[in-house]
């Protein structure tokens, strides 16, 4: 088993490698918004040969009105939650 400390690390480098941003404009002029961008997740755990149930479950890690550059949180939340059994647990309750 892998430390916490690489576990946090791991999410970290997850959340950098499928963080985007973008701008929308409306009444209150331009706002910076963040998001996680599931799709390339999904398709990077697809080609990895990660088993359907587990790449669906990342879909779960997306806010896509998130104005704040901590938009990323949910999916930190996910991979450390691999670490202690979380994710897995709400995937496969039985």
């Known amino acids: 088993m892998i430390s916490r400390r690489t576990t946090l690390i ?3 480098v997850y959340a ?3 963080y985007s941003s ?3 404009s409306g009444g209150r002029g331009t706002t910076r918004r ?3 961008n599931v799709d390339e997740l999904y398709d990077f755990l697809f080609s990895n040969n ?3 149930w587990f790449c669906n479950l990342t879909k779960k890690t997306a806010d896509y009105a998130d104005t704040s550059a901590n ?3 949910k999916l930190k939340e996910f991979i450390m939650r691999l670490h202690t059994g979380e994710t897995i647990s709400e995937a496969t309750p039985q």
């Open 34 to 36: 963040y998001r996680v």
């Open 10 to 12: 791991l999410s970290e």
């Open 16 to 18: 950098k490698s499928f």
């Open 22 to 24: 973008y701008t929308t």
């Open 50 to 52: 990660y088993p359907a």
């Open 71 to 73: 938009a990323t949180r």
